[in-house]
């Protein structure tokens, strides 16, 4: 066979196949550990850092976190792609496990598997600010989004709304059981105080409360209708 042709075969090859194709290692028989969280440990530490021993010639790694197991999976907590042997994540209290994919672009090889464990931490000492609407607001607006500081080891959050006050309670105008710390609520004309209540499995935490009071006259140059009662419209979390 001519020269020419052989080189222009050689170099078709090379091209269709990529350079890095052609020259990454095989990593699919390669073992490698995984630090922390190590394998069944209790903790009380819901930031957990995720470590794991460098493969060398893996480009990324696909750390993957199931709960309770990889055999009787209940919820895909993450599956994300990372270049680093490290990744920070936030669970909540519960039994998870997880494992580590190395790869490159011809190939791919598994961790074990490691179980942890993450016990409810007491939150009852714990203060968090409330963030909007802020204390004594006076808005034209009807919705209002209702935030909050995250509260670390809390599992989930009950927000109630009341008219006119704690304290002369006239109506129970919100109490909603949320995971996330936003919830936007439509409300109507009138006087308000709202807080909330972190909690979790052994423990809870209580907000101090804020005043907010709706009044669509302030800005408004168009009639309103007003209904009677103040009715409850959670419009999305």
């Known amino acids: ?14 091209i269709y196949l ?12 390669k073992k490698f550990n995984l630090y922390a969280p190590s394998d069944n440990i209790t903790t009380t530490e819901v930031n957990q850092t995720f470590w794991w021993q460098e493969v060398e010639d893996a480009t990324h790694y696909a750390l993957q976190i199931v709960s309770p197991s990889f055999q009787s999976i209940e919820k895909l907590v993450l599956d994300s792609t990372v ?4 990744f920070d994540y936030t669970l909540n209290e519960g039994t998870y496990q997880w494992r580590v994919k190395a790869l490159n672009n011809i190939s791919y090889t598994y961790s074990d598997t490691n179980t942890f464990i993450i016990e409810s931490t007491d939150i009852s000492g714990v203060n968090f600010d409330l ?22 080891g809390a599992t989930e959050y009950d927000l109630r709304i009341v008219s006119p006050s704690f304290s002369s309670m006239e109506e129970l105008v919100v109490d909603t059981i949320i995971n996330d ?12 105080e709202w807080r909330v209540k972190a909690s ?16 669509t006259t302030l800005t408004s140059k168009y009639d309103m209708f007003e209904p009677e009662n103040h009715k409850l419209n959670i419009l999305y979390g």
């Open 83 to 86: 270049t680093e042997n490290q």
């Open 18 to 29: 990529g350079c890095d194709d052609i020259f990454e290692e095989d990593i699919s028989e």
């Open 181 to 192: 710390q936003q919830i936007s609520i439509l409300l109507y004309n009138g006087s308000y």
């Open 200 to 215: 979790n499995s052994i423990s809870e935490t209580i907000s101090d409360t804020n005043t907010v009071v709706i009044d």
């Open 131 to 152: 963030l909007s609407p802020t204390n004594n607001l006076q808005s034209p607006d009807t919705v209002q989004s209702f935030s909050w500081e995250n509260v670390t």
């Open 1 to 14: 066979m001519n020269k020419k042709y052989l080189l222009l075969i050689t170099l078709c090859i090379f």
